[in-house]
């Protein structure tokens, strides 16, 4: 049984820095794409970025530059390292993993996240 599980959130002022992790257990991080969403209240599901099973990595426009995800395959964890946080960083964060494949038909490659942990809260202040 897939588990993801998210630790690290927290309250801090903003210009502040958080590090959150994800803990995949079940499969190996290996397998599967692994990325971070966050939902604040009242807004819609936000991308923030993923790790690719190759490696590759990308971020939101917004969170670029600010943030960085990386992933320790050893130990099948996943992390947001978050920097310089703004108000508008609020937000409950959410790991999610799932299979990564090239739609030909489109020429693009896509990714399904069939699998979410329960999410951490992250609070920045002004």
């Known amino acids: 049984q897939v588990r993801l599980v998210e630790s690290g959130g927290g309250s801090v002022q903003s210009g502040g820095s958080l590090r959150l992790s994800c803990v995949a257990g079940?499969?190996?991080?290996?397998?599967?794409?692994m990325g971070w969403f966050r939902q604040a209240p009242g807004k819609e599901r936000e991308e923030v970025g993923y790790?690719?099973?190759?490696?590759?990595?990308s971020v939101a426009n917004s969170v670029k530059g600010r943030f960085i995800i990386s992933r320790d395959n050893a130990e099948n964890r996943l992390y947001l390292q978050m920097n310089n946080l703004q108000p508008d960083d609020t937000a409950t964060y959410y790991c999610?993993?799932?299979?990564?494949?090239?739609?030909?038909?489109?020429?693009?490659?896509?990714?399904?996240?069939?699998?979410w942990g329960q999410g951490t809260q992250v609070t920045v202040s002004s």
């Open positions: 790790i690719d099973i190759d490696g590759s990595t």
């Open positions: 999610a993993a799932g299979p990564s494949y090239w739609n030909e038909r489109d020429a693009v490659r896509e990714r399904e996240w069939n699998y």
């Open positions: 079940g499969y190996s991080s290996l397998s599967w794409c």
